[in-house]
């Protein structure tokens, strides 16, 4: 990066010369009458938090996080697959709470519902769970270490979306390929969808929300799309093309996908599972908002064994969950690369972003 | 080594229990899509076959595909027009043209080149040949005003003829002439609000009559009316370095993903390589990364600065580079190696 800098340099220096040699000729060039950059910006920046989040020396930082939610009061929580499974952070990075040690086998996403309880997946047992915010065992639904395909088994679920009535709708998951609901009380209603690439058919359905329109929207991973339906199962629309979403999150009438830009799931022969690290907010209608790119950062040659050292700071490797606070910043859960990421907005440029320069522009 | 053997027998029969466990989790169902939905795209490195008595390109800054599919690539080497067909075989050139410094270049609907000039501040329309039909601007002459440019980028030309020049890194408007390069009105200054802008670096006109601008560094698309209304801008998706309409009407934009063009007293350099098709209502409807190559590398594949793009009649996109000094067409890749 440093040496491109210096050759854009190297080019601005030329173009200051030539311009300076044009205006001895007596042919003036304008350009500097205006900046060539946005004084009051359309665009708003992310700048990663570096103090965020503040882990006490005895919780462990190891493990992928692959689970992600903020709460009503704005509290971070992050579901990992290491030895201090569930982590709270406030918004400021102060720790507030862990539980969960020994509990789980493949934590997978993670989600608040209505009342303040915590939602886990967890597709190492094939169960989902219920607890207090204390880390209480409400309910679980599916049995644990049974995987299959019946009103009262999963195959490796990975999300659930809980309606304000306490309904239960699950993704099922890297076994299955189905949503399955339930009321409050765990009674299995229904299910849909099969394996497969048709409307209503998933590849892997990865993640699930429900928006305030009381519309579903299913990350179908693998297959590049996202599809909405209506709580009845009703196949409504897809967004395809656009991410592999991995995470999903809602909050009003936007919708953020954490994943890569598209790409095939199987390319001659190999698994390449991620091209770079996309952040997009959709509309609940499907347009997109905005687009946010991390960089993607290097772990090393197996990514089962990361050499996490090796990441630069805002760098991620597989970001897998999102959750956005009340003020607006971005948390991501980032499996491969083994931590969570505080992203906040930036809207207003520096005085010394706002200073005429005398480089000239890029052509 | 006796002791171990029953270790190893246990963990043979165990391993052969869990592979039973995880197929029967795993291999219920492939884990990719049976027919894809995301459409991929392979550079194909035998395009362009460049002759030897052709100069290789310069910066690429311009590209657009004229009625034949014939690829014309507008660069900033020596032979400044190269013509290169579907198949990469070369079709013509023009050498060293009156243009100083290029940028787009467009191909308008009777099938005649238009050349932007930023050095000269001027915009040309040419023959296919080569014949120079008509400037617009006076030569080395910037200013801003009913018959000058300053830095002029792009041009959009209309079925009945008008041009929409985008005005440019020096000024911040579009221009209107009508056929006979009689100036009609422009609109425009600089600033982040509708109907302003940063850097308006490319322009193109959908089968509707609709205009859209690319204000690169304002890290949006605008949309017009002929008559310069603003109609709508599409922002926070990506920076657009250049457009092409195609014949479904969408917008292929090409760049990088937002970022501020100064940050901290710096300018970064670009974040990384997209290209987007936008709907003619907005809507996002395929997104497409490329690798960004590193400095003073040109792998193929890699793109080190998008500056210009087109498509074909088959779908196949080209992609002009002016940092890479080259262009590339991306073929669309077929299904075969999704299958197992």
């Not at chain 2, 996002?284 to 690798?291: D, H, K, L, S, T």
Request: proline share 6%; hydrophobic share 35%; aromatic share 12%.
């Amino acid at each position: 990066m440093r040496k491109i800098n210096l050759i854009r340099r190297l080019y601005f220096t030329i173009a200051f010369f030539v311009s300076t040699l044009l205006s001895t000729w007596g042919i003036s060039v304008a350009s500097a009458d205006y900046p060539g950059f946005e004084t009051e910006p359309t665009i708003v920046e992310y700048d990663v938090d570096p103090d965020w989040p503040q882990r006490p020396e005895d919780v462990s930082g190891v493990g992928w996080v692959s689970g992600l939610a903020v709460d009503d009061q704005d509290q971070v929580w992050l579901f990992r697959k290491g030895p201090d499974p569930v982590q709270v952070y406030k918004a400021d990075g102060a720790f507030v709470r862990t539980w969960g040690k020994g509990k789980f086998k493949d934590p997978h996403h993670l989600r608040i519902d209505h009342e303040g309880n915590v939602w886990v997946a967890d597709f190492g047992l094939h169960i989902v769970q219920k607890f207090t915010p204390e880390g209480e065992l409400l309910q679980t639904l599916g049995v644990q270490n049974e995987p299959g395909e019946d009103e009262t088994h999963f195959n490796m679920p990975t999300d659930m979306a809980i309606a304000p009535n306490g309904d239960i709708f699950v993704t099922d998951g890297y076994g299955n390929r189905r949503i399955v609901h339930f009321d409050k009380h765990g009674n299995f209603i229904k299910a849909w969808g099969s394996f497969g690439s048709e409307a209503g058919e998933f590849v892997l359905p990865h993640a699930i929300v429900l928006g305030e329109n009381g519309k579903l929207y299913v990350a179908d991973r693998n297959s590049g799309r996202i599809q909405i339906f209506d709580q009845n199962g009703k196949f409504i629309d897809q967004w395809s093309q656009i991410i592999m979403p991995w995470g999903l999150s809602i909050k009003g009438d936007n919708l953020w996908v954490c994943g890569s830009s598209p790409h095939w799931w199987l390319r001659d022969g190999n698994y390449p599972e991620y091209k770079d690290q996309l952040l997009i907010r959709f509309g609940t209608d499907g347009e997109v908002r905005q687009l946010w790119t991390l960089p993607l950062g290097d772990i090393g040659p197996d990514k089962n064994h990361p050499n996490v050292s090796l990441l630069k700071q805002g760098e991620t490797v597989g970001v897998h969950c999102i959750g956005e606070d009340s003020k607006g910043n971005l948390f991501v859960g980032d499996i491969y690369g083994e931590h969570a990421l505080k992203l906040v907005p930036v809207s207003t440029p520096s005085s010394e972003d706002l200073q005429q320069s005398t480089v000239k522009e890029p052509l | 080594m006796l002791s171990l053997k029953p270790y190893l027998l246990q963990s043979i029969a165990a391993s052969f229990v869990l592979q039973f466990i995880s197929d029967l989790a795993y291999a219920q169902y492939p884990e990719f899509p049976p027919t894809p939905l995301v459409v991929e795209y392979d550079v194909d490195t035998t395009w362009p076959q460049r002759p030897e008595n052709v100069k290789p390109l310069g910066a690429v800054s311009g590209i657009s595909v004229d009625q034949d599919n014939n690829v014309w690539v507008f660069n900033r080497g020596e032979d400044q027009v190269q013509v290169y067909n579907v198949d990469g075989g070369f079709v013509r050139k023009w050498e060293k043209t009156i243009v100083a410094e290029p940028h787009h270049l467009r191909i308008d609907p009777v099938g005649n080149i238009w050349l932007t000039d930023i050095g000269l501040h001027v915009v040309h329309q040419f023959s296919p040949d080569g014949k120079l039909l008509k400037t617009l601007g006076v030569s080395g002459q910037p200013g801003e005003d009913d018959m000058h440019f300053n830095a002029p980028t792009d041009v959009a030309v209309s079925p009945e003829g008008d041009a929409f020049i985008s005005d440019g890194y020096g000024n911040r408007r579009i221009v209107h002439y009508d056929k006979d390069g009689k100036f009609v009105k422009t609109w425009g200054t600089f600033g982040t609000q509708p109907g302003q802008f940063v850097v308006p670096h490319s322009i193109v006109m959908d089968a509707q009559g609709r205009l859209y601008v690319a204000d690169r560094s304002g890290g949006r698309i605008q949309i017009f009316s002929q008559e310069g209304k603003f109609i709508d801008q599409w922002d926070q998706v990506m920076m657009p370095w250049g457009l092409t309409v195609t014949d479904s009407g969408d917008v292929w934009a090409c760049g990088s993903t937002p970022y501020w063009w100064k940050r901290n007293g710096e300018f970064p350099t670009v974040k990384d390589q997209v290209l987007v098709r936008f709907g003619s209502d907005g809507r996002v409807r395929q997104i497409w990364a490329v690798p960004l190559g590193k400095e003073g590398q040109t792998r193929p594949g890699d793109f080190n600065g998008i500056h210009c793009i087109a498509q074909d009649d088959y779908g196949n996109l080209y992609v002009g580079d002016v940092f890479g000094n080259r262009a590339q067409k991306l073929t669309i890749a077929k299904d075969v190696s999704d299958s197992p």
